[in-house]
């Protein structure tokens, strides 16, 4: 089993509102992701957890603020949004930090920022 | 920071042709995945490469790691419909953390019917 779940899939919200998207895998992995993909183009990295420590923040603005509860979750909370960050928002997984380094997807989160 | 050339940027094949792609880098990686992407969905890893010169299948799909780590191709047999999407070649380089891909700018796959 290779599946990694994101929640909601679609998303809508104000400049002014507050929401979280959630992410969840049961393989065990011990690295987490979360990307950034805008039509048309490769995703772009904007945190890595390994072994639930926050260990790469791709210079994301604030705005963004990740969280690893465990080592199956991982939420991203979003405040105070701006239209051009309305994207597909995707989470990923691998093995091991440091040994494995294919990375499995989630179906994403399609973010739209009004 | 570092690039994927990936080749070609679109394709328009009939179905039961094969296809053939690409990626080049100016710099060695130490890990070749391949991923194709549907409208909306999140990207689904098709191989992964570990070695130089390593040759892998999957199904009507097989990829190659390049023997200077430069570059690495998927080639697909007899497509069908299915085949359609965009395909991602992503790379770890050494003098990035373990993880940390580099993606490709992706092959939009068209079926002619």
């Known amino acids: 089993d290779t599946e990694v779940t994101q929640t909601p899939k679609h998303l809508v919200m104000g400049m002014t509102n507050k929401k979280s998207l959630k992410c969840e895998q049961h393989m065990g992995h011990r690295a987490m992701y979360w990307y950034k993909q805008k039509a048309k183009k490769p995703p772009e990295l904007m945190f890595v957890y390994s072994y639930e420590k926050l260990s790469i923040n791709e210079s994301v603005p604030s705005r963004f603020s990740p969280e690893c509860p465990n080592s199956s979750l991982l939420n991203l909370h979003l405040h105070a949004l701006q239209p051009e960050d309305s994207a597909l928002y995707l989470c990923a997984s691998s093995p091991r930090p440091g040994t494995y380094y294919e990375q499995y997807f989630g179906p994403g989160t399609r973010l739209t920022v009004t | 920071g570092q690039q994927l050339n990936q080749s070609p940027q679109s394709m328009f094949i009939q179905e039961g042709e094969d296809v053939s792609m690409n990626c080049t880098s100016s710099s060695i990686f130490n890990t070749w995945l391949w991923y194709k992407q549907d409208p909306g969905e999140g990207p689904v890893l098709l191989i992964a490469l570990y070695k130089a010169g390593e040759l892998t299948s999957n199904g009507r799909l097989t990829a190659q790691f390049g023997i200077t780590r430069k570059d690495s191709f998927l080639n697909i047999s007899a497509s069908i419909p299915s085949d359609v999407g965009i395909y991602f070649c992503?790379?770890?380089?050494?003098?990035?953390?373990?993880?940390?891909?580099?993606f490709g700018t992706g092959t939009r796959l068209t079926i002619i019917p």
């Open positions: 992503a790379g770890q380089p050494p003098s990035f953390g373990n993880e940390k891909l580099t």
